[in-house]
């Protein structure tokens, strides 16, 4: 007889981007951006932040695992600004 076994259901980790007051971007991964994002407007979680305040959380991409959201990261941290900016654009809600 053949055994089944369930697959293991693995969190979901984000990659996110957050902009600061001074325009830099910040990349990073959470399980939970929305609440990292709080995190980093209270100036704790990154170093970053100290010399200009998180102002926006402009970009959030899923992945299924941390391993893959910090693969994802690495690439993203390696990126010209002006390609950063083009991910929040790809994301940008029209009014």
């Known amino acids: 007889m053949e055994t089944v076994t369930a697959p293991v259901l693995t969190k979901p980790w984000f990659v996110y981007l957050v902009r600061a007051a001074n325009g830099a971007l910040y990349c990073g991964i959470s399980d939970d951006p929305v609440k990292r994002f709080a995190k980093h407007q209270t100036g704790k979680g990154a170093r970053f932040f100290a010399s200009s ?3 926006a959380l ?11 959201a910090l693969r994802q990261e690495r690439l993203i941290k390696k990126l010209r600004k002006s390609a950063k900016e083009c991910l929040v654009q790809s994301q940008a809600v029209e009014p």
């Open 53 to 55: 305040p998180a102002v």
């Open 58 to 68: 402009v970009y959030i991409e899923r992945w299924p695992d941390k391993g893959e």
